[in-house]
């Protein structure tokens, strides 16, 4: 019997997609006669425009993709929460997912996650920089912010993260209205999650990928354990990432952005593993993102070193 069409499954959100890009990357070029796809839900974009996996990626609501592509092919999803290395904090999301799908513990070939923007997205994202620098004073950089991550909800006026990865509302606002006084401040966030309070950025709607541009045309990042940083890595545009109950070797890139994590003990939640043990870590957690004066006072004096030392 022939040899049945591979076909990776990459489910989650819009990071662990960016994260498994080089790891796919790496199977197409090992494996550039065989007949293999990907199934992207929901952010199938991410890889349009890269030409080693634009046309091998599909959208599992494409009307008929089971019938005429699915139902003769093994799917594999992979995993990497359930790699040991990665709950163990030895392997980052891009390591366990090459682990995963390339069968290797040899990361030494592994590129890092790239993104390609059309020129069309590239100019529309200088008219929004722009735009945002009229509004703003004009000021020389710009950094775009992202303080609320994708488990974070809003339950009448109050954003609140179970996960402890986003910054809290007030830690945001202290930090944000420093920020300004220096930088032309765009806001990454849902408009559920516009402050009223928040006068000190430029807000907008758009999809993943005029983010992506937007975050490629600023001079900087500012962001927690969510896309945004994925996509700053992807663009080699340098950045503080502050980090909440998730370890930074697990979910972002420590040899290249500057690290912020409160002071204190936390828990690893297996996600994926145990069901209810990764809440009961969450509850351990809870303040991992809560804080104090003095420490917003701090992030904001690191981020400003590290924006003299790497934006020119």
Not at 53 to 82: A, H, V
Not at 151 to 163: E, G
Not at 238 to 244: E, L, R
Request: net charge negative.
């Amino acid at each position: 019997m022939p040899t049945k069409r591979k076909v990776f499954y990459i489910d989650g959100g819009a990071g662990r997609v960016i994260a498994a890009i080089p790891a796919l990357e790496k199977y197409a070029k090992k494996h550039p006669d065989e007949d293999w796809g990907v199934l992207i839900g929901g952010w199938d974009s991410l890889v349009w425009g890269n030409h080693l996996l634009q046309d091998r990626t599909y959208n599992p609501d494409t009307k008929g993709i089971f019938d005429l592509y699915l139902k003769d092919s093994n799917i594999i999803t992979p995993e990497p929460y359930r790699v040991n290395g990665y709950f163990n904090q030895k392997l980052s999301l891009v390591e366990a997912f090459d682990e995963e799908i390339n069968e290797t513990e040899d990361h030494s070939d592994l590129a890092v996650p790239k993104l390609v923007l059309s020129k069309a997205e590239e100019k529309t994202a200088a008219n929004v920089i722009a735009d945002a620098k009229a509004q703003q004073g004009d000021k020389k950089i710009t950094v775009v912010i992202q303080p609320f991550g994708r488990s974070a909800r809003v339950d009448r006026n109050d954003i609140i993260d179970d996960s402890s990865r986003s910054l809290e509302p007030k830690a945001y606002l202290s930090l944000v209205k420093k920020l300004s006084t220096k930088y032309n401040m765009i806001l990454f966030a849902e408009n559920q999650f516009f402050l009223p309070e928040d006068t000190y950025t430029f807000k907008l709607q758009t999809d993943l990928r005029g983010w992506a541009a937007i975050i490629e045309g600023a001079d900087y990042f500012v962001g927690c354990d969510s896309v945004g940083q994925h996509m700053a890595r992807a663009f080699d545009k340098p950045g503080t990432v502050v980090v909440g109950s998730t370890f930074a070797i697990n979910t972002t890139y420590p040899d290249f952005f500057q690290i912020y994590e409160k002071p204190g003990q936390k828990k690893y939640s297996p996600i994926r593993i145990c069901g209810l043990d990764s809440h009961l870590a969450d509850r351990y957690n809870d303040t991992c993102m809560e804080l104090s004066d003095s420490q917003v006072d701090e992030l904001f004096n690191l981020i400003v070193k590290d924006i003299e030392k790497k934006v020119k």
